[in-house]
């Protein structure tokens, strides 16, 4: 049981800094969720909380403790590896009571514990076989059960399943999910899914090239993000981006002219924006749908349709350099050549000033994005 | 038919060129099992098939000179330079491999050309440096200074074998507790068993066979080791080879290390190849 805190930490590979000084307050028992794109410092920043990083500069708190010097085993951290790191040469049972036995505790207490991990993880059948008689997602299970025996304050998940196929990786999210109910253990946890994130995370982070972007619930993040990068980077297929115009701007709304010259109104927080400021309007693929093209928001070449089954996906080519995505009915009768109007709701617009930061939106009725809030 | 008659020459050529390697390779040694079989004037007769048997020679072999002390003194080497190389080089190889810190390559390739130097080339200092530490004509000094021939190799195998095992194995055992060395005792040393044999076995046979050293750093016959033992065997006059008992010793000698790789030669191979391809 313990909360996790990080002060303004930084870290320095020889002359070139990483991360940019960190902020972030994890509440004990929570699931938090490290996203972002490859390279931006989400290992390291989990390596930091472990132990296997040294502390550039900034203070890492455990459960109120400082944590700076002290050696990982110490910080009661337990690590699950993106490629499992088990013991080649030792059974699955061994594996677990490794770290059990290095802290001296009696052979009755290993056995107890390793035996109830196993029975929580399905693995008491297999507690005699080395790892490289196990399938991935045994193996998985032997790594998790690995950190579970320690009985660690905080558990620290690196892409832990990355490496099983998809089938398996919805399985293991949702026993992962359960684990975290059942312990009620702080979880922090690194991925690259965005399905994983929006899922399983209490509170969500989004790291940019060593800097915390956002820190919020998956609804917050995907309905309020603070900037483009988080409203690009939340959401699948990404958000479109195009730009517009204010013609007139107050604290209900803003008016604005798409360069399609099309007029509309959104409901979102004006202040701070003046007339004649160019803006970005952000509108994800989920919200548009397919209008005659007089009403429409703009009209393009329709240049892709790809068909996923539940629902089909559009790339219009609307004059500017990206293809602009919207997400149809499994059925669209669409073809590529045609050309096609695009609408969307003013509330489920987004907009973003000049210095890419968002605009509160104003109209959004959401109730389970209410309920996630209200929690926190 | 054609086909046939080619895959038939292939086969009997691949066998052919077997044949002559194996010829090459135990004939030498066939021979002389054969020899020290031989006495008297039938030693100097040329022969391909066993004529006569005797143990007389392998009896006097232990007669002439203290050969049981000298057997004893090469085992306690060699096994003494094989602890002693596998000790320093899983702990070396540890450091150049996990560890980072300046002048790591440079230090590599130190220790690489250590090995690049005659034997002849560092005799006399060496001989210096082993009377300085009071060692000359003892078991000790022999080994400190076949440490210079197994050393390299020793350290750069397991390097290389400890570089490729994965990063997060040991951060795993990081995590649970595990200081440096219970990482390589519990860890790696459990890994590393193929390459460990294959190099310690080296370094056996480099010190078994080693002749200059030995030569040069003892003095007394009960100080002898093997090579240099059997070099010594001399006859009953100036003028006479005792090549039955030099042919008897040379059996003795070679059989430790034919049973030694019987029993290793598949950890042997999987240690050379270990790393070629991903497992
Ligand atoms: N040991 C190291 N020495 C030098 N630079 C490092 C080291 N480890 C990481 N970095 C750098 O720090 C940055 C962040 O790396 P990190 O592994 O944390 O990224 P990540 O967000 O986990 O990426 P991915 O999603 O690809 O796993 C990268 O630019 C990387 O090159
Ligand atoms: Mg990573």
Not at chain 1, 270 to 279: E, K
């Amino acid at each position: 049981m313990a909360d996790v805190v990080l002060k303004q930490i930084r870290k320095r590979f020889g002359p070139i800094e990483t991360i940019h000084g960190v902020d972030l307050n994890i509440r004990d028992g929570e699931f938090c969720v490290f996203v972002g794109p490859s390279g931006c410092g989400k290992s390291t920043l989990l390596r930091l909380i472990a132990g296997l990083e040294d502390i550039s500069d900034g203070e890492l708190r455990i459960g109120g403790d400082v944590v700076n010097d002290t050696v990982p085993k110490d910080r009661g951290v337990a690590m699950v590896f993106q490629s499992y790191a088990l013991y080649p040469h030792m059974s699955v049972f061994e594996n677990m009571a490794f770290g059990l036995d290095l802290a001296k505790h009696s052979k009755d207490e290993q056995n107890a514990r390793v035996m109830a991990a196993a029975k929580t993880l399905q693995l008491e059948e297999l507690l005699d076989r080395k790892p490289k008689e196990l399938s991935g997602g045994q193996r998985q299970r032997v790594a998790i059960g690995r950190a579970i025996v320690r009985k660690p304050r905080v558990f620290l998940f690196d892409e832990p399943l990355s490496n099983l196929d998809a089938a398996l990786r919805v399985q293991m999210r949702i026993e992962l999910a359960k684990l975290h109910e059942k312990l009620n253990t702080t979880m922090i946890y690194v991925t690259h899914d965005q399905v994983e994130a929006m899922t399983m995370a209490d509170k969500i982070v989004v790291l940019r090239a060593g800097t915390v972007e956002q820190v919020g619930t998956p609804l917050e993040l995907y309905h309020y993000p603070a900037n483009l990068f988080v409203a690009g980077f939340i959401g699948s297929p990404k958000m479109n981006f195009i730009s517009a115009k204010i013609t007139q701007v107050s604290q209900q709304s803003v008016t604005l002219k798409l360069e399609s010259g099309k007029e509309v109104s959104l409901p979102v927080d004006g202040s701070g924006l003046a007339t004649a400021d160019r803006v970005t309007v952000g509108i994800r693929p989920e919200h548009c749908s397919i209008a005659d093209q007089d009403t429409a928001l703009f009209t393009g070449t329709v240049e892709v349709v790809e068909h996923l089954g539940e629902a089909g996906l559009v790339y219009v080519r609307t004059g500017s350099d990206e293809l602009f995505v919207a997400r149809v009915a499994g059925d669209t009768a669409i073809k590529t050549g045609e050309t096609v109007g695009i609408q969307a709701a003013e509330q489920d617009c987004y907009v973003f000033d000049t210095a890419d930061m968002a605009k509160r939106r104003l109209a959004v009725d959401n109730a389970p994005l209410k309920a996630q809030m209200a929690l926190n | 038919m054609n086909a046939k008659a080619w895959k038939y020459l292939r086969k009997a050529a691949f066998w052919l060129l077997v044949a002559v390697i194996v010829l090459f390779a135990v004939f030498p040694f066939y021979y002389a099992i054969l020899t020290s079989f031989e006495t008297g004037s039938a030693l100097f007769e040329v022969n391909y098939l066993p004529e006569s048997f005797s143990l007389i020679n392998y009896i006097s072999v232990f007669k002439g000179q203290p050969f049981g002390h000298n057997i004893f003194n090469s085992i306690f080497v060699s096994f003494l330079v094989v602890a002693l190389s596998l000790l320093l080089g899983v702990t070396a190889s540890y450091a150049l491999a996990r560890v980072k810190f300046a002048g790591r390559g440079l230090l590599l390739i130190t220790i690489l050309s250590v090995s690049m130097f005659p034997q002849v080339a560092v005799l006399s200092g060496m001989f210096e440096l082993i009377r300085g530490l009071g060692l000359y004509n003892s078991m000790f000094g022999l080994a400190i200074s076949y440490m210079m021939l197994t050393l390299p190799f020793t350290v750069w195998v397991l390097t290389a074998f400890m570089r490729d095992l994965p990063r997060e194995l040991e951060e795993a055992a990081v995590m649970d507790g595990a200081t440096p060395w219970t990482v390589i005792r519990r860890v790696f040393l459990p890994v590393m068993w193929p390459a460990m044999v294959t190099t310690g076995l080296l370094a056996f046979i480099a010190a078994w066979n080693e002749f200059l050293f030995a030569l040069t750093f003892t003095l007394t016959d009960d100080k002898r080791t093997v090579p240099v033992a059997i070099a010594l065997i001399s006859g009953a006059s100036q003028h006479e080879m005792p090549w039955g008992n030099i042919m008897a010793a040379s059996v003795i000698v070679t059989l430790p290390l034919i049973v030694l790789v019987l029993i290793f030669q598949r950890r042997i191979v999987s240690g050379l190849t270990a790393g070629a391809v991903k497992g």
